[in-house]
C-alpha cells in the first residue's frame, strides 16, 4: 500500500469519525438548546433493553472522538509532520493548534463529559443531588466541545486552504 | 454529546429543576444558548486566526 494511498485512507475514517463524534454536538444543540436540569433517574432507565441502546449510543459517541483524534495524529504523522505541529513550528503551527484544540475536545468526552454522563442517564447509581450537578457538568462539556469544533474545523481547512491568511 | 439522558430518537420527559446558578469561568461565557455557543466559538476562532497571524509574522 503506498504512503499516499494510506494518506487518504486516514483521512477518509478522519473526516467519518468527526461527522459522527461532533454529529452527536450538533444534533443535541438543536433538539435541546438550553440546559435542562434532571434529578431523577430517565423514564425506563430500568429497561435493560433502553439502557442497552443508551450504553451502544454513548460508547459509538465516545469511540468516534478518540477514532478521530487518532487519525488525525497517524495523518500528520504519515506526512512527517507531527511533531513540527504539535510544537507549532512555522505555517504548522495552523494544523498544530488545530491538533491541541482537538485533543482538548478528546480528553473532554473521556475525562469530564462521560464519568459525569453515565451518572445522569442512570449507568451508575447517584443521588438525586449529585445527578442535579452532573446533569449541569455535562451539558457544559458538552457545549464547550460544540464551541471548540467552531475554530478547530476552520483552523483545519485553513491549514490546507489558507495561506492567505497567514504568509 | 447527549447532554440528556435519552437515545436521540426517544423525547424525554424528565423531571426538571431550577437550573443552578452560574459560577467561576462560565458566568461570562454566554454557552447556555445555541446562539451564544455559536458566537463564542466565531470570537475564539477570530482570536485564534489573528494569535497566529502576529506568531507567523514574527
Known amino acids: 500500500m503506498s504512503w499516499e ?15 459522527i463524534w461532533m454529529g452527536h454536538n450538533y444534533v443535541n444543540v438543536v433538539l435541546h438548546p438550553g440546559y435542562e436540569a434532571f434529578w431523577a433517574p430517565p423514564p425506563g432507565a430500568d429497561d435493560p433493553e433502553r439502557q442497552g441502546r443508551e450504553k451502544r449510543e454513548h460508547a459509538i459517541f465516545r469511540h468516534a472522538s478518540l477514532v478521530t483524534w487518532i487519525t488525525g495524529l497517524l495523518m500528520l504523522w504519515e506526512k512527517g509532520w507531527l511533531a513540527d505541529a504539535l510544537l507549532l513550528h ?15 475536545m478528546m480528553l473532554n468526552v473521556w475525562l469530564v463529559l462521560w464519568p459525569h454522563q453515565k451518572r445522569v442517564l442512570g449507568f ?40 492567505v491568511l497567514f504568509v | 454529546m447527549p447532554e440528556l439522558s435519552a437515545p436521540l430518537s426517544v ?26 455557543t455559536v458566537l463564542c466559538g466565531i470570537a475564539l476562532t477570530v482570536v485564534l486566526v489573528l494569535l497566529l497571524r502576529l506568531y507567523l509574522a514574527g
Not at chain 1, 512555522?90 to 482538548?104: E, M, N, Q, R, S
Not at chain 2, 420527559?13 to 454566554?30: H, V
Open chain 2, 11 to 36: 423525547a424525554p420527559t424528565p423531571q426538571q429543576a431550577e437550573a443552578p446558578p452560574r459560577t467561576g469561568l462560565y458566568r461570562r461565557i454566554p454557552l447556555d444558548t445555541p446562539g451564544g
Open chain 1, 90 to 104: 512555522g505555517y504548522l503551527a495552523v494544523i498544530g493548534t488545530a491538533t491541541w484544540i482537538g485533543t482538548a
Open chain 1, 124 to 163: 451508575v447509581p447517584a443521588s438525586p443531588e449529585m445527578r442535579l450537578r452532573c446533569s449541569r457538568i455535562t451539558f457544559l462539556s458538552s457545549r464547550t466541545n460544540t464551541m471548540l469544533s467552531i475554530p478547530l474545523l476552520f483552523l483545519m481547512a485553513a491549514s490546507q486552504h489558507g495561506a
Open chain 1, 5 to 19: 494511498l494510506l494518506g487518504l485512507l486516514l483521512r477518509w475514517i478522519h473526516i467519518g469519525g468527526g461527522i
